[in-house]
């Protein structure tokens, strides 16, 4: 089981690819991801082994490939269904 910090992390890592994959920026290290969220490097490696993803020393992580490698373990694939009650 993965704790919700760890999601929460995950979640951040997600939105901060997202702006690297906008920079046109193809691979990323674990220690620069930790930097942008705030982290330590070691915590970005530990997060991102839990959903089974794992890069390389010599490159880091695809940067692409990682977002949606997060993307794939954070979203139900069939979607959640959810009633709003009591709004507006």
Known sequence: ???????GR????????????NDNQRNIYSHDLAAMAGATAAQVRRDIMNIGYSGNPNRGYDVKELALSIGRFLDDPEGQRAALIGVG
């Open 1 to 7: 089981m993965i704790s919700d910090k760890t999601i």
């Open 10 to 21: 995950l979640s951040l890592y997600r939105r901060l690819l997202q702006n690297v994959v």
